[in-house]
Nanobody
């Protein structure tokens, strides 16, 4: 069974950078979209960025210009480069694999079916 496992989280000051990685133990054909999501206590999980098999990317407005999603197919690994971090980026970050319903890779939790356990990112002032 393919598993996802995030790493690279940590504590940084505002303006700093982190790079999250998410290697998969095996690739699943059903992963037409790969995405990064985040969640804070008491709030719903939020889509951050997604990348399709053709490398097209989608970002939530709040991270555009600061975060970059990428993948290395040879390593079955998904990445999220996070720059100019803000305190409001503090969250538990998840990677996920999901379907493409013909409308591109969207940031909808319901369209992703395989999830990692998450890695904590904390940004202080």
């Amino acid at each position: 069974q393919a598993q996802l496992m995030e790493s690279g989280g940590g504590s940084v000051r505002a303006g700093g950078s982190l790079r999250l990685s998410c290697p998969a133990s095996a690739y699943r054909d059903s992963w037409k979209c790969m995405g990064w999501f985040r969640q804070t206590p008491g709030k719903e999980r939020e889509g951050v960025a997604a990348i399709a098999n053709d490398a097209k990317t989608t970002y939530v407005d709040s991270v555009k210009g600061r975060f970059t999603i990428s993948k290395d197919n040879s390593k079955n690994t998904l990445y999220l480069e996070m720059n100019s971090l803000k305190p409001e980026d503090t969250a538990l970050y998840f990677c996920a694999g999901g379907m493409n319903y013909g409308l591109g890779c969207r940031l909808r939790v319901s369209e992703y079916h395989d999830w990692g356990p998450g890695t904590q990112v904390t940004v202080s002032t």
